[in-house]
């Protein structure tokens, strides 16, 4: 992988300047056009292994699963969604927003006490704009955001989840600098665009299975205005229990 995220980074600055070299020839019109769909690709999938290493499931011969939870921390419900999660004997990995963890600074402690994982999911949570920022601007939303658990929870994360999954050439390098691992996942709902939860359950439980990293996420609601995890997480919780498998959380935290 390291092969092509070489080829795909010396690609992005020679063929722009071969172009140009070739008079913006046909040719090096359609190079170009190659190695930006490459690229973007790399970027915007959120399992492609291009730009380094994501872990979207883990190896394993227990029954066991990773649940991680996104966009929080919620004030209001992530309390809430950890006594569901402890009535099923479940344990999931939080992935919070730097910024939204100041709010209520005591309940990071309490998520590590309870038993749960902490993970970084940038400072701001700059969805849409994530993939455009330089290696400075990525740095900080990885690393305030750490500072910001470290101090609130006591110990720094070591795994991170990108905005939608979505990250560009410079992440991983800061990734490794910091010592943390990008965590994907094998089995999401898509919850962040859709309220169905029929939809969402479903398309999870196509992929509950051992070794399988499960996304929901924090702060959306129904069209009656409810928590969607609510109406998620337990739904899920008994697919897991049915098939006779634990969620855990992750050994790299
Ligand atoms: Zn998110």
Same mark, same amino acid.
């Given at each position: 992988m390291r092969i092509i995220r070489w080829f795909l980074l010396l690609a992005n600055l020679l063929v722009p300047l071969v172009w140009g070299l070739s008079g913006f020839s046909l040719w090096g019109a359609a190079a170009m056009f190659i190695v930006h769909m490459l690229s973007l690709w790399a970027t915007f999938w959120p399992s492609c292994q291009w730009w380094g290493e994501v872990t979207c499931e883990f190896e394993t011969d227990a029954p066991e699963l990773w649940l991680t939870i996104d966009? +929080? !921390?919620? +004030?209001? =419900?992530t309390r809430v969604v950890m006594d569901v999660l402890e009535k099923s004997h479940a344990c999931a990995t939080f992935f919070f927003i730097g910024k939204r963890c100041h709010n209520d600074p005591g309940l990071l402690a309490e998520v590590e006490r309870r038993g749960h994982g902490i993970g970084n999911?940038?400072?701001? =949570? !700059? *969805?849409?704009m994530f993939w455009l920022m330089g290696p400075r601007r990525v740095s900080r939303e990885l690393s305030e955001c750490s500072l910001t658990i470290e101090q609130l929870a006591g110990s720094r994360p070591t795994l991170f989840r990108a905005p939608a999954g979505i990250r560009n050439c410079f992440v991983h390098p800061v990734l490794s600098r910091m010592k943390m691992n990008l965590l994907g996942w094998? *089995?999401?709902?898509l919850d962040g665009s859709c309220n169905d939860v029929d939809k969402i359950v479903a398309r999870i439980e196509k992929r509950v299975k051992p070794g399988a990293i499960i996304v929901l996420h924090e702060g959306r609601r129904t069209d009656e205005g409810e928590p969607l995890i609510m109406k998620t997480l337990p739904r899920v919780l008994k697919i897991i229990e049915s098939r006779g498998l634990k969620a855990v959380i992750p050994e790299l935290l």
């Amino acid at each position: 992988m390291r092969i092509i995220r070489w080829f795909l980074l010396l690609a992005n600055l020679l063929v722009p300047l071969v172009w140009g070299l070739s008079g913006f020839s046909l040719w090096g019109a359609a190079a170009m056009f190659i190695v930006h769909m490459l690229s973007l690709w790399a970027t915007f999938w959120p399992s492609c292994q291009w730009w380094g290493e994501v872990t979207c499931e883990f190896e394993t011969d227990a029954p066991e699963l990773w649940l991680t939870i996104d966009d +929080g !921390p919620d +004030g209001e =419900h992530t309390r809430v969604v950890m006594d569901v999660l402890e009535k099923s004997h479940a344990c999931a990995t939080f992935f919070f927003i730097g910024k939204r963890c100041h709010n209520d600074p005591g309940l990071l402690a309490e998520v590590e006490r309870r038993g749960h994982g902490i993970g970084n999911h940038t400072q701001n =949570h !700059p *969805a849409y704009m994530f993939w455009l920022m330089g290696p400075r601007r990525v740095s900080r939303e990885l690393s305030e955001c750490s500072l910001t658990i470290e101090q609130l929870a006591g110990s720094r994360p070591t795994l991170f989840r990108a905005p939608a999954g979505i990250r560009n050439c410079f992440v991983h390098p800061v990734l490794s600098r910091m010592k943390m691992n990008l965590l994907g996942w094998s *089995a999401r709902g898509l919850d962040g665009s859709c309220n169905d939860v029929d939809k969402i359950v479903a398309r999870i439980e196509k992929r509950v299975k051992p070794g399988a990293i499960i996304v929901l996420h924090e702060g959306r609601r129904t069209d009656e205005g409810e928590p969607l995890i609510m109406k998620t997480l337990p739904r899920v919780l008994k697919i897991i229990e049915s098939r006779g498998l634990k969620a855990v959380i992750p050994e790299l935290l």
